[in-house]
Structures are given as C-alpha cells and as structure tokens.
C-alpha cells in the first residue's frame, strides 16, 4: 500500500484514471480498496499544503472506469468470442463466469452494465460480453457511464466521509479487537439458542 500511497502522492489524478483504466479491461487491481483508500487519503490530507480535489477524484475515476469500459467494449466487438473464450482466462473469465454474466447480460443488459460495477470478476467481463453481443453502443456507453458514476462516487465518498473514523479504528489495540470478537461470539451464541428453541 506505500508504494499506492507513492504513486498516488507522486501522480494524482493522472494515477487514478490509469489505476481504474487498468482494472477495467481486466489488469488485476483492487478498484473498491484503491477507491477507499483514495478518500481516506483525500481525508487525511485536507487542509495541507499538498491538496487534491475530491471532485476531480470522483471525475478522473469516472473517465479512468469509462474508458476501461469503452476500450473492453471493442475489444470484444472487434475480435470476437473464439478470442476470448482462449485468453479471457488471463482476465479472470472463466467458463463458469462467462456463464454467469452472459445469462444476466441477455436478460438485463443496462441494469447488468450498471450493477456490473460491484462485482469483481463480474465487471470486468461486461464490457467484453456487450461487445461480444454486439449491444448497440448508444445504449452502452451511458449506462458504462452513469455506473462509473455511482461506484466510483460512492466508495470515494464513503472514504473521504469516513476517513478520520477508518484512522481510528486502525489504531484500536488489540485488546478492543478480542473485547469485540467476544461480543459478537456471545451474540452469535444467544441467536443459535433463540432458533433451536424455535424449531423445537
């Protein structure tokens, strides 16, 4: 993660859109993890000399996803399925995930491109399926758009928003680890009890 926050620190918004370009097409990136940390960052660094925009974040996030988007769109349109079904592996498209996605894909193909976004392996397979299925650009690109919006607003603003509360849970000990674990251990205990006695 130091050599993110390097990178990040060094590069800006020209980072962001190539992190998230790269994670779109199938280049294997944690986009929900960088995105968080991205507004945490963001969070952290508010109000120092070294300032960067949330907004333009948000904005070069939704380019840097768009154009992954559009870029595997023609990939799949242009060179077609035997392609992909021989290389997609090197992508994470499985048979099985193929399977998957072009079954949504067939059934909802706006609401598959938008919800797409957050599922890992999911979304990274869309764009090379609605290529593949020749689903008419004009239709595509804005629901490839609008979905970069919401994901990518979403998980930056839930960085951003809750970064100095992230900040302090980090540097919990762990003595508060194990007082929540046995917490949740007494919960988890109490609900069985509850449903065995309900099914007698």
């Known amino acids: 993660m130091e050599h993110i926050q390097t990178l990040f620190y060094t590069y800006g918004y020209f980072f962001v859109f190539l992190f998230l370009f790269c994670g779109l097409i199938g280049i294997p ?7 968080l940390f991205v507004g945490v960052t963001l969070s952290q660094i508010s109000g120092t000399d070294y300032q960067l925009s ?5 904005l070069m996030a939704v380019l840097g996803s768009s154009s992954g988007m559009v870029s595997a769109y023609l990939i799949g349109y242009y060179i077609g399925e035997p392609f992909m079904m021989r290389y997609g592996k090197y992508i994470g498209l499985t048979p099985k995930r193929w399977k998957i996605a072009q079954e949504r894909f067939q059934r909802h193909t706006v609401l598959a491109i938008i919800a797409g976004y957050f599922i890992p392996g999911i979304r990274q397979i869309n764009p090379y399926l609605a290529g593949l299925s020749r689903a008419r ?7 490839a758009v609008l979905g970069a919006l919401i994901w990518s607003s979403l998980f930056l603003m839930l960085g951003y928003f809750m970064g100095n509360q992230i900040h302090r849970f980090l540097g919990l000990g762990l ?3 194990i007082l929540v674990g046995v917490v949740l251990f007494i919960g988890f205990i109490i609900i069985t009890i509850i449903q065995f006695r309900k099914k007698k």
Do not use: D, G, N, V
């Open 54 to 58: 949330l907004t333009l974040c948000i």
């Open 137 to 143: 650009f004009a239709s595509y690109l804005p629901a």
């Open 175 to 177: 003595f508060h680890f």
């Open 29 to 35: 990136a944690a986009e929900e993890s960088f995105l």
